[in-house]
């Protein structure tokens, strides 16, 4: 059902805990299924320095948020936005399909953190131009997720 990169992640997550005095911080959950993340960054000179995580749910939430916080380390603000959930599936090697949601969850929590990190310093970045922070997941049902293959 997993791979062994997830299962590693799982197993041996990076960037666990939450950075004191953050310059950013983003939670985003699924209500429905309970997994739940939550991201803080530091920044400095644009570029995320330090990312950490604190994720309730499953070990796909789990790997999901390492990966994305490992993925975003090192990168500017822009490039972080970049990421997508579909950058985190292949970098993880794939979930299986009830699972993929969680990449999604780890993609919106980025944006979450750095949209907090924007309003704090009042910038603007055109990768949170259509972003809602008040928006909830969307509604999503895991074996609808299988048969979609997404």
């Known amino acids: 059902m997993y791979n062994d990169k997830v299962m590693d992640l799982f197993m041996n997550p990076q960037n666990v805990g939450e950075i004191e005095d953050a310059d950013g911080i983003g939670t985003y959950g699924s209500p429905i299924c309970g997994d739940m993340m939550k991201i803080s960054l530091k920044v400095e000179n644009n570029v995320i320095v330090d990312a ?60 979450a953190a750095i949209y907090d990190y924007a309003q704090k310093n009042g910038l603007e970045f055109e990768g949170l131009k259509d972003y809602d922070p008040n928006a909830s997941e969307d509604e999503h049902l895991h074996e609808q997720d299988e048969e979609d293959g997404e």
Do not use: R
């Open 52 to 111: 950490k995580f604190k994720t309730f749910g499953c070990g796909s939430a789990i790997a999901s948020s390492s990966m994305a916080t490992e993925m975003i380390i090192g990168k500017t603000i822009e490039e972080a936005l970049d990421v997508t959930n579909k950058d985190v599936l292949k970098e993880l090697g794939g979930l299986p399909g009830p699972k993929i949601h969680c990449s999604v969850l780890s993609e919106q929590a980025i944006k």
